[in-house]
């Protein structure tokens, strides 16, 4: 069972998606740089591998269209920003989900990547029908992350998502909480990793981004996750929001 590959989003066009490939060391090193990027899941790499393989996570990677005007200028901010992924790597997935594809081969640098995952026991856990997709792993450049890439990869990947054979009547997700996200310590933090300064008034949380797209909150749960500090090592516990939004 496996998602369409792609589908043309003319609304929110920034973006385009490519499968991930598990069997791809290059692929699994750029997907290892994103992940200490972002500083969330850099160690869980290997568990993502064994997952897409066996097809309950289908992940993509998220990479600028070719028809954006500006792509250039986005491709090189990001470039600046992460030099270690100035080399392009090369579309050869020959699997998505349980179904066969014939890769591209065409080379590209990605921008960030998406998942979507099957959660049976969350969706018993939190009361959602069997028709529920989960959206995972999100990540978007530091660099450029106003340029709508991440609102253009969420809307194709819950078009997507609806399609045969997943046929999702409901998207669910978890993020950072908006009481954590924007305390004065959050916010420090952010900063660190993003490599900029965002004045508090100026900072939208995970939780704000996601309602504007149409989740509606199911719950918070206390001390979900720990982040770790990658410089100092010190854990911190982080309360997470699950979320939902209704497609049909």
């Not at 340029?147 to 669910?172: C, K």
């Amino acid at each position: 069972m496996s998602p369409q590959e792609f589908i043309n989003s003319p609304k929110y066009g920034s973006a385009t998606l490519i499968p991930f490939d598990p069997n791809s060391e290059a692929q699994c090193k750029r997907l290892y740089e994103q992940r200490l990027a972002c500083s969330w899941d850099y160690d869980l790499i290997e568990e993502w591998r064994a997952k897409v393989r066996e097809g309950t996570k289908f992940m993509y990677w998220i990479t600028i269209n070719d028809e954006l005007p500006e792509k250039a200028d986005y491709l090189a901010k990001h470039i600046e920003r992460f030099p270690k992924e100035k080399e392009a790597i090369v579309d050869t997935a020959e699997t998505l989900g349980k179904s066969s594809r014939t890769p591209t081969l065409i080379s590209f640098i990605p921008i960030g990547h998406i998942a979507l995952e099957l959660y049976p026991e969350r969706q018993e856990q939190y009361s959602l029908p069997d028709s529920t997709v989960w959206i995972k792993s999100l990540y978007i450049s530091w660099a450029i992350q106003a340029g709508g890439f991440g609102r253009s990869a969420m809307h194709q990947l819950e078009r997507l998502a609806a399609l045969p054979p997943l046929n999702a009547t409901v998207m669910a997700l978890d993020t950072t909480t908006k009481k954590f996200q924007t305390t004065p310590e959050s916010i420090a933090i952010f900063n660190k990793i993003r490599g900029s300064e965002v004045a508090s008034a100026d900072f939208r949380s995970n939780e704000e981004w996601y309602t504007r797209q149409g989740y509606d909150i199911i719950c918070y749960v206390d001390e979900m996750y720990k982040w770790v500090d990658q410089e100092t090592g010190i854990a911190i516990s982080v309360p997470s929001v699950f979320m939902k939004k209704q497609l049909v």
